[in-house]
């Protein structure tokens, strides 16, 4: 009898999860694909292009969304059986709650392996093609950012003039030993600048120790601080970076010296890997976070009650984890706390909700 209810139950879960799946693919479907209209407009291609660069494009979007996805979906599932007697049912068998949220969890847990070790290789091919095809018809090609292991470099280009920017390192929010070079549309040098380093966090740059070089008047001016105004900062350098979500979870485990060697930063490797590391067991919390509040529910009033509480508690968790991975870029805590500290987070608020439906 107890497989046929666990059967029953895993069916049912899957059913409302897999259906979440398809609401969710098919609401970002619809954003990304006017997003890739909007970028197509002015060049001459069908709508073939931007259909087939959203659905290479959506899958890894919605692993992403996946936590809230199985948060939802956990939720609809434990009103749906507390609202029609279901539970009552499943307890009548021997099903505590805490059984029955052991199963969703497994169930999740299971789930979220199965995204790493063969979904995610699928949709890292995806995005590569995606960004291959994209930056075929990209206009931006006059901003350029290239980060290696000989250090940072940038192109920006304007009516008037072309700025190179290179920078020995990047280390948290700032640029060491910069050297900025100015030139007219002729590519002859103006100016160049020296500084030893800058604050890059803003689109306001903060250079410190400035030596200004003249072509023309031959001279050098020097500054103890100088802002400078580029359109990068640090967000737009990071994410004009290399994308890791072109590697898969297992080659980026596997082959971390050829990607290091490649250019990617040891940081942004870190955190990816543990961001995946955390994936399945942030799945699970998840399935934690829903049971509090969704087996909690009696009537209608609570019902709403608990759903509006619940939706605000999983948007502070995301909050919460952006938050965390900003400090953990800025160096302000270490890159990997910074991946896993929400989960230690939810995770203490959580045992502390279970141990009031165990007493259930």
Known sequence: MNKVLNNYIIKNYLKIVFNATLI????????????????????????????????????????????FIIFLSTMYYLVNIN???????????????IKLITILSITTFLIGLAILLT??????????????????????????????????????????????????????????????????????????????????????????????????KKDVITHEKLDFYSIFNLTKIKSAYKNLDTISFLNLLRNQEKILS??????????????????????????????????ETKNKVNNTYYIFVSIIACVLVYYFKDLSIALGQTNK????????MPLIAVTLFCSIGLLRLYEK
């Open 24 to 67: 969710f693919t098919c609401m970002v479907i619809l954003l990304n694909l006017f997003q890739e209209i909007e970028f197509f407009k002015d060049l001459n291609v069908s709508f073939e292009t931007p259909l087939i660069l959203t659905l290479m494009f959506v899958p890894n979007i919605v692993i992403k969304m996946f936590p």
């Open 83 to 97: 609202n029609n007697k279901e539970l009552i049912t499943f307890k009548i068998f021997g099903y505590s709650n």
């Open 119 to 216: 979904i995610n290789p699928i949709t890292s091919s995806m995005v590569k093609y995606y960004e291959q095809v994209k930056s075929k018809y990209s206009e931006d090609v006059d901003h350029l950012v290239s980060i290696n292991k000989n250090g940072v470099w940038i192109k920006e280009k304007s009516e008037d003039e072309i700025k190179m920017i290179y920078a020995k390192k990047l280390q948290g929010e700032f640029l060491y030993n910069l050297s900025i070079y100015y030139f007219n549309k002729d590519n002859q040098n103006l100016t160049r600048i020296e500084a030893e380093k800058g604050d890059i966090s803003k689109n306001n740059w903060i250079l410190q120790k400035v030596k200004i070089h003249d072509s023309k």
């Open 262 to 295: 490649d250019g990617y930063s040891e940081e942004m490797i870190k955190e990816k890997l543990n961001s995946h590391f955390t994936l399945p067991v942030f799945l699970v919390l998840m399935v934690f976070l829903a049971s509090i509040f969704g087996l």
């Open 333 to 340: 805590i270490s890159i990997i706390l910074s991946v896993w």
